[in-house]
């Protein structure tokens, strides 16, 4: 008994609801019943009338006629919620309920429902009268159609193709901006830092290289940072790693940790919303940090657990089978690359370097071939991004031969060419020569492999 009253009460609760969709009086209403305090009336009888939202409801036959002789396309009316049921005793079929929506790429939009276009959302909202349309948001998104298609389209005059990410699709272009890149100023740092002075004959430089290929094994996995702002700790943490187990000669080839240096490194680093590459190495220098199996990778603002002080047993890390290392891995000085052949020269030598670029919509979409930025974009915005060179080579092209360079990208390994991109060599697109550095790893004496920490230069 109490199941079907329960039940029956969930019904007629359904259908009210049904009902008052009809009425046009909108916003939360005051729980009725409205007619049956007043009872129904026939004809025209505007006592029968009920307060309600700030106006008056009817329940007098003539309420219906209001709407459906005077404005025949008119469907709302100021009859009660209850108008229908209760004095009628009819429910109206659902397909003659007024419910008001908008048509939005063929498909039927209820109002005030959402839908997503891209990026936008798109809420179906009664404009004038009774006119329900679909109001999107006008955001710029990462993945645009017209990039795609003009890029595509002629591609080998472009020099690249174009792919619609399912990992951007949907996000904003100021969002791509905010938490898919990561690194502060640049200008800055640049200042500050002091250049390498090596001597070396520019000409004597291989015109292909590629550290894979000549550091088998040692060169660190393609990562995804996520919708985290982090390419300043990625980047660094991936450099130094490479580094490590080409010096060391494979003694330590370890992966180091770029969540210690989002979650310890924190004075006037913004951790998941960017960080400043000279500030990063010089904790790298002063502090040390971990491995990646002692501080894993999340891509989010985690706490330090870690006090500065201890060094890497006290912290709980496990050092590389055979090696007898206590200290945390730290670098020498990190120094800046002036020019083209400087970071030729020291990739050959000490291996990949950090290199920080400017980042434009179209970039996000990049796939394949040799990327240089076009201006195909409505919008300007840009961020900078730190990356990781690991070689350079030249191709034929439509435009005759061009020299690139070999990048690492922090998108995962669906992003470019297998997470990594080319981009043309020698003119500085997008800055990407303007801010390049590297730094000496101080790895474990490599005869004794114990922890004595050398410095070379
Ligand atoms: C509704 O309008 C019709 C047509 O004008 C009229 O015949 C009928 O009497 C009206 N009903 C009421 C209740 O006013
Ligand atoms: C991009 O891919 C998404 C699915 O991931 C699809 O819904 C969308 O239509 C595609 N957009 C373009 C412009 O190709
Ligand atoms: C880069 O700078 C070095 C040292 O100043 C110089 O020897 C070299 O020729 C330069 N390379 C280019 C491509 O300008």
């Given at each position: 008994m109490e199941i079907r009253q329960c039940i029956l009460f969930l019904i007629s609760s359904a259908l009210l609801a049904l009902v008052s969709a009809q009425f046009s009086f909108t916003g939360d209403l005051p729980p009725g019943p409205y007619c049956p305090m007043v009872g129904c009336c026939g004809g025209r009888k505007d006592e029968c009338s009920k307060p309600i939202v700030g106006t008056l409801c009817y329940c007098d036959d003539f309420c219906e006629n209001r709407t459906h002789y005077l404005h025949p396309d008119v469907t709302n009316n100021d009859c009660c919620p209850d108008y229908y049921s209760f004095c009628k005793g009819i429910i109206p079929p659902p397909e003659e309920i007024f419910a008001p929506e908008c048509k939005f790429n063929g498909r039927k939009v209820q109002w005030r429902n959402s839908v997503k276009s891209n990026c936008n959302l798109c809420k179906c909202e009664k404009v004038g009268q009774n006119n329900f349309e679909m109001l999107c948001e006008t955001d710029v998104c990462i993945v645009e159609s017209d990039i795609l298609d003009t890029v595509n389209s002629d591609s080998r005059r472009y020099g690249w193709a174009a792919s619609n990410y399912s990992e951007f699709w949907g996000h904003k272009l100021a969002e791509g901006i905010a938490k898919r890149l990561g690194t502060l100023e640049p200008h800055r740092f640049v200042k500050h830092m002091v250049p390498l002075r090596k001597h070396y004959d520019p000409n004597s430089l291989p015109r292909n290289f590629d550290a894979e290929r000549e550091w088998p094994g040692k060169i660190s996995d393609i990562r995804d940072q996520g919708w985290c702002a982090s390419s300043w700790a990625i980047s660094t943490a991936a450099v130094a790693s490479d580094r490590f187990a080409i010096v060391s000669k494979g003694d330590e080839a370890v992966s180091l940790s770029p969540q210690y240096l989002i979650s310890c490194n924190n004075r006037g680093q913004r951790s998941c919303e960017g960080g400043h590459l000279d500030k990063a190495w010089l904790f790298f220098r002063k502090f040390g940090i971990v491995d990646e199996n002692c501080f894993p990778y999340t891509g989010q603002e985690e706490t330090c657990r870690f006090p500065r002080k201890y060094n890497l047993i006290q912290s709980g890390c496990v050092p590389p089978f055979g090696v007898n290392r206590?200290?945390?891995?730290?670098?020498?000085?990190?120094?800046?690359l002036r020019n083209e052949t400087d970071i030729m020269n020291d990739i050959i030598k000490s291996g990949p370097v950090q290199a920080t670029m400017k980042v434009y919509h179209d970039f996000f979409l990049y796939k394949s071939g040799i990327y240089r930025h076009t201006d195909l974009s409505s919008q300007d915005r840009t961020g900078y991004h730190s990356v990781k060179i690991i070689g350079w080579g030249d191709e034929y092209t439509e435009n005759g031969v061009e020299k690139y360079w070999k990048v690492a990208n922090s998108w995962g390994r669906a992003w470019g060419e297998?997470?990594?991109?080319?981009?043309?060599?020698?003119?500085?697109?997008?800055?990407i020569e303007s801010f390049v550095l590297g730094a000496w790893p101080l790895t474990v004496d490599p005869n004794t492999k114990n922890d004595v920490l050398k410095k070379k230069k």
């Open positions: 206590k200290e945390k891995y730290k670098v020498a000085p990190a120094y800046r297998n997470g990594y991109f080319r981009i043309i060599r020698g003119v500085n697109e997008c800055d």
